[in-house]
């Protein structure tokens, strides 16, 4: 298919369409973008939460999503302050850049912060490589997540997952019911029409929002761009100690984490999501500015989770995931 | 990533100037990503719905269009490229273009789109958030709730087949929840040899039904054939719309993206470019400003914003206000963002406002503009749609939501049923499953609304059932219901008389204009229907209801007992 001629036949298509349409001009100039659109959507949602639950607490976990959903919890609510606490599930294995990021952020922004880690599972050693991925994750995100979740007795839950991430996400609903064990049944969803979300639970029962659900990457990183939202370092590229394996960049910050003679190089690499540093793989890459982190992406030809040693145990991973109570 | 082309053209223009020149080159991309973000920040959004099921070749005929427009990423590509078995039979170039799109594994097991999922693509021009449903009866339910968001639907029609039941189901659907722009995708023309023939009859055939389901989703229950484009514009409220007819092959990509060699006699747009030029954020409102008050917003003493989404209108700095339902007046002092205050915000921007004089106003109340206020009323009638396995009961509680405000409503009457095959409307007691119909609505506190037709957002509400929290149904507002008058003067009760009273108090009763039941009945079920119908029931005998509208009139006289029920 050559652009060039779906836009010359688009062209010729809106000529013969304006005949139709002449009152459409004066509507356009109050039209608002798509990020506008976005934002007034995801604002909708933060308001609804706090009016209509005891206690809600917003996922944070460090990466971009979550740097622009706090953002966007600011806007909802001020001049006021965000009236409800985050909650960072911290596996033990972050970059200790996101750890000094969130640290830095909090504090200046004055923000409630809970951090939840499940340190029972780290004094019993567990890792990825001991572990494998899967019973890894299960303990020190899973786990975690739902045990922070009881024991502060928060029921509702904004994560920054967004559908176009994966295809299990991609029925997620916008308000996300978990049942008392904080699963997750996909085939029992409640409807949900308009923006009319229904907050109602039983006792234990609680409910996952997801602000930014139809947000995608590219929206992200353009908000970050035009509200000029920090985010933490790793994203922007610089010469980085990496294990290279494959096609693999594994970043040098675990001890567990053994590299072969001649593995461990600089390489000039960034990171496109960010997660545990044994499981999170790394890219070659020279962007070391949002417009250029943009460009890169627009000609990014693999999905953004493909980097994600996690997901690629089984088919269908993140659905199983999900249904034991992961975002 | 749409994108991708932008960004191959723009590094060749950058490449053809700079010719072995790296740092030139560097700075030129840099240029080239200003522009490109600029481009896209000036684009709209589509948000479109799909129905239907494999055998159409729905989830092929969103693959092709996410593939052809170069939105799929090479993983996903290599993820379903040379899957043993499709679930589609699709083994054209090695690509299953469903498997794209199948999400979830129950589903992909099945080979069946069970429930909702959002796909989202861009072009140069637009950005889109396909809502993607399953066309089976039993998921009607997830048909609406894509449709609810939706501007604009495409029905799938398979050449081969025709018009079938959920073809209509969608169109039904579809204009009931007042999407304008429907189009139906005729595909699967490769497999009737191209044939112009068998695409007319198709066309004529889909005319007729979409005016008829314009005019069932306006409670009409016939209409007539339709011709031209535009149906049922004339004569609001009431829905209208825009039907375009496309003859493709999703298998084959013809008219999906690019244009089809193999039709030359059809002239029209490819779906692709219908969907970038059909006119969006033109808003199908036709009222004024309304902010329904999700939040007050209160950081100190010197601070009080109305915190909302803007439901309808535009708002400016010192414009005029009414609060409902206090119907206090009052000006915008000034419209707070976090970016700054701002003179003008108009829908669907999330915003607060701050008035010039302190009001009482709480969340579910609504600031509206003077002139062209809404319609209240504590009787409704709606469309709806019944989502619940649990059938509608009338004159059980449910809540009603609407806007932010959440309100004890009971369903008196089921008006009808949409029969789905022929929109006739049928008799029924109630609704169950997947059914359509009409109802009459009563709720305990007015409502301020407007017609679903005239305004999405506040002509919109849920049903939840508080026993089992479950979202029971989907509504739309078509109209309030008059004579209400009487049922604010006196509340429903059930008073309990002695025997040889009951004539006189009946009298005294009536000489006011409450309306009276006399009844010996005391089932709990048919005394609750009564009480909803907003009568008071005089019981003769002693008081043996346990029930917090139960009056005991044994030591009451006439007087005190008008007193207590005017109280």
């Known amino acids: ?327 | 990533m749409a994108i991708l082309e932008i960004n191959d053209e723009e590094q060749e223009t950058v490449n053809t100037q700079n010719d072995g020149e790296g740092d030139a080159l560097a700075v030129d991309a840099e240029f080239a990503i200003d522009e490109f973000l600029h481009a896209e920040q000036a684009k709209d959004l589509l948000r479109f719905s799909t129905a239907g099921s494999v055998d159409d070749g729905k989830s092929t005929l969103i693959g092709r269009l996410l593939y052809d427009s170069r939105n799929v990423y090479e993983d996903q590509v290599r993820a379903v490229t040379g899957v043993a078995t499709s679930s589609t039979g699709s083994t054209n170039s090695g690509i299953d273009f469903a498997l794209l799109t199948d999400g979830l594994r129950a589903e992909r097991e099945q080979g069946i789109t069970i429930d909702v999922a959002y796909r989202y693509f861009s072009t140069q021009r637009r950005k889109f958030i396909i809502a993607d449903t399953p066309g089976h009866e039993q998921y009607t339910r997830n048909m609406a709730t894509g449709a609810s968001t939706a501007d604009l639907a495409i029905i799938l029609i398979d050449a081969r087949k025709g018009i079938l039941t959920q073809s209509k189901r969608h169109a039904f659907i579809s204009s009931l929840l007042g999407i304008r722009h429907i189009v139906a995708a005729v595909n699967k023309m490769d497999l009737v040899g191209y044939s112009e023939e068998v695409y007319r009859g198709i066309e004529s055939d889909l005319r007729e039904l979409v005016g008829r389901s314009f005019a069932a989703a306006n409670g009409d229950v016939g209409g007539g054939p339709t011709h031209g484009q535009v149906l049922a514009m004339d004569g609001a409220p009431g829905f209208g719309g825009e039907l375009t007819v496309i003859p493709v092959s999703a298998l084959e990509g013809d008219n999906v993206v690019d244009r089809s060699v193999n039709m030359p006699w059809y002239d029209g747009p490819t779906l692709l470019e219908h969907l970038e030029n059909v006119p969006v954020g033109v808003t199908d409102s036709t009222v004024a400003f309304r902010l329904p008050v999700q939040r007050v917003i209160r950081p100190d003493q010197n601070y009080r914003g109305f915190a909302g989404q803007i439901a309808a209108g535009v708002i400016r700095k010192g414009d005029e206000i009414v609060a409902l339902p206090s119907g206090l007046r009052s000006r915008v002092a000034s419209i707070t963002t976090f970016d700054g205050d701002l003179d003008e915000a108009r829908a669907p921007m999330s915003i607060a406002l701050t008035l010039e004089d302190e009001r009482d106003i709480s969340r579910g109340d609504v600031i509206v503009a003077p002139e062209g206020q809404p319609h209240h009323a504590t009787a409704i009638e709606a469309a709806v749609v019944w989502f619940d396995g649990t059938r509608l009961e009338t004159h059980k509680p449910y809540l009603l939501k609407h806007g932010p405000q959440t309100v004890s409503a009971r369903v008196t009457q089921v008006l009808y049923r949409n029969n789905i095959e022929t929109l006739e409307h049928e008799a029924v007691p109630s609704l169950g499953m997947n059914d359509v119909g009409a109802v009459e609505v009563h709720v305990v506190r007015p409502l301020f609304f407007d017609a679903y037709a005239e305004n999405r957002a506040t002509g919109n509400f849920i049903l939840i059932d508080p026993a089992t929290n479950a979202t029971v149904a989907a509504g739309m507002i078509r109209r309030g219901i008059s004579g209400e008058a009487w049922k604010t003067k006196h509340k429903p009760a059930l008073v309990f008389v002695p025997e040889e009273r009951a004539d006189a108090v009946e009298l005294a009763l009536l000489g006011d204009d409450v309306p009276v039941v006399r009844t010996k009945v005391k089932t709990p079920r048919v005394l609750q229907a009564l009480l909803a119908a907003g009568v008071v029931v005089l019981i003769e005998g002693l008081a043996v209801v346990e029930e917090e509208h139960a009056i005991d009139a044994m030591e009451l006289t006439e007087e005190a007992l008008l007193e207590r029920l005017r109280s």
Not at chain 1, 1 to 14: F, H, I, K, L
Not at chain 1, 137 to 166: I, Q, S
Not at chain 1, 196 to 217: C, D, H, M, Q
Request: net charge neutral; proline share 5%.
């Open chain 1, 1 to 327: 298919m050559s652009v060039s001629t779906v836009e010359d036949q688009a062209a010729v298509n809106t000529v013969d369409a304006s005949l139709g349409q002449q009152n459409t001009s004066s509507a356009t100039s109050a039209r608002l973008s798509h990020l506008q659109l976005l934002e007034a959507e995801s604002i909708q949602i933060f308001r609804e939460v706090a009016a209509e639950f005891q206690k809600p607490v917003m996922l944070y976990s460090i990466g971009k999503d979550s740097s622009v959903m706090l953002r966007l919890a600011q806007k909802a609510f001020y001049p006021g302050p965000i009236p409800f606490p985050l909650l960072h599930v911290d596996t033990g294995y972050k970059f200790h850049e996101m750890i000094e990021f969130r640290d830095n952020l909090t504090r200046e922004l004055g923000l409630d912060l809970k951090v939840w880690r499940n340190e029972q599972a780290l004094l019993d050693g567990a890792n990825p490589v001991a572990l494998g991925t899967q019973r890894c994750c299960g303990l020190l995100k899973t786990t975690a997540l739902l045990d922070g979740l009881r024991a502060h007795g928060y029921d509702a839950a904004f994560g920054g997952a967004r559908r176009d991430e994966e295809k299990s996400r991609a029925k997620e609903r916008i308000f996300s019911f978990r049942d008392k064990a904080g699963q997750w049944d996909p085939k029992n969803q409640r409807p949900e029409v308009w923006n009319l979300y229904n907050a109602r639970i039983s006792p234990g029962e609680s409910i996952r929002v997801f602000p930014l659900s139809n947000w995608t990457e590219l929206d992200v990183w353009h908000y970050i761009y035009t509200e000029n939202i920090p985010i933490v370092p790793l994203y922007f590229a610089k010469e980085r100690r990496m294990i290279v394996r494959g096609d693999s960049l594994i970043p040098v910050e675990q001890s567990f984490v053994k590299s072969l003679p001649g593995e461990e190089q600089w390489v000039r690499s960034r990171l496109r999501s960010l997660g545990c540093s044994p499981c999170t793989g790394a890219i070659r890459s020279d962007a070391d500015t949002i417009p250029k982190i943009i460009a890169e992406l627009v000609g990014f030809r693999s999905s953004e989770r493909a980097n994600r040693v996690i997901d690629h145990d089984t088919d269908g991973s993140m659905e199983i995931k999900k249904r034991e109570g992961y975002f």
